[in-house]
């Protein structure tokens, strides 16, 4: 071979080989490559090992090159923080994170090392992977997320502004007792008059309990009159709308309701949460931690760019 040859073959392999290695970005002391690049975007299409703390939508990641550099920086800019602050872990702290998984999915270690290997993944790769995700997330841990706080008084505003201005607010258990009146052969008026002699009596002294044996037309009767304990919306509305006006040991005026005349016993009168509420607390809790973990992350990486040395060739 001609040395003119050789020279050409050489500089074009140089050639080739300075464009794969391009230096595209530059953070603090470490180097970002074209072939970083398209090592990375093929990783993420093709499902492989990336931190979904840092990649949250892997489509956008792969359709906007400047996001994917963007995402490489921040590995960066966080890896680099992970060094700063000490929070590298040993080798057995990632093998125990490493057996815990393959415990969680039901195999052996032995068995998710071959899984990996049929998939085309190195296990010192995975081990590595393993190793920057327990860093990072102990990182962002001690930085963002032991900061989050969310009150009560969040997550019951928060509920108000999606279900009104009268939701989430205290309602009220009731245990009741009653003296019921029915109209029979369909003579409202009768049973009015009847319902009204045993106000009277209840108005003169006379015991609600005694008075409920003697005269009540309930046909499931239980002594002394007892209904039941009902929360908001678990009886008649006019009973609960009564309830609602009358003390503790307090007696009603005559309700009339679909099913006769009643005179209503208040026994007890206990404030509770509203159970809407309360089945959707730690649902509510979760999506403002996540909106708050999201909003703080995005600003603690902010402040750490701007820290940083970051050049985008």
């Known amino acids: 071979m001609s040395r003119l040859v050789f020279l050409i073959i050489f500089m074009f392999s140089f050639a080739h080989a300075e464009l794969i290695e391009k230096t595209v970005a530059i953070v603090n002391d470490q180097v970002i490559t074209l072939s970083d690049i398209e090592n990375y975007k093929r990783q993420i299409t093709h499902g492989g090992m990336v931190d979904d703390l840092i990649v949250t939508d892997r489509k956008e990641v792969i359709a906007d090159r400047a996001k994917l550099i963007d995402v490489m920086i921040n590995e960066?800019?966080?890896?680099?923080?992970?060094?700063?602050?000490?929070?590298?872990?040993?080798?057995?702290?990632?093998?125990?994170?490493i057996k815990g998984l393959a415990a969680s999915n039901k195999i052996t270690r032995s068995q998710l090392k071959q899984a990996l290997k049929e998939q085309g993944v190195d296990f010192s790769e995975y081990q590595n992977f393993i190793k920057k995700r327990i860093e990072r997330h102990s990182l962002i841990e001690k930085a963002i997320t032991s900061k989050i706080k969310i009150s009560d008084e969040d997550i019951a505003a928060y509920y108000i502004s999606q279900k009104g201005s009268q939701a989430g607010q205290e309602t009220f258990q009731y245990k009741l007792a009653h003296i019921l009146f029915v109209p029979k052969g369909g003579d409202v008026d009768a049973a009015k008059i009847r319902a009204q002699s045993v106000l009277e009596k209840l108005r003169s002294g006379k015991s609600f309990e005694t008075l409920a044996s003697q005269y009540s037309e309930d046909p499931n009767f239980s002594s002394g009159g007892l209904l039941g304990t009902f929360k908001s919306g678990e009886t008649l509305l006019e009973i609960e709308k009564a309830a609602q006006a009358t003390p503790v040991n307090g007696t009603t005026d005559i309700i009339k309701t679909r099913i006769g005349f009643h005179v209503v016993k208040?026994?007890?009168?206990?404030?509770?949460?509203?159970?809407?509420?309360?089945?959707?607390?730690?649902?509510?809790?979760?999506?403002?931690?996540e909106l708050a973990f999201k909003k703080q992350f995005s600003f603690w990486l902010a402040q750490k760019r701007q820290e940083s040395f970051i050049r985008i060739n």
């Open 76 to 97: 960066k800019i966080i890896d680099s923080e992970v060094q700063k602050q000490g929070l590298s872990v040993t080798v057995e702290r990632v093998e125990s994170e």
């Open 266 to 289: 208040v026994l007890e009168k206990t404030l509770i949460p509203s159970p809407d509420f309360e089945q959707n607390k730690k649902k509510i809790a979760d999506y403002l931690g």
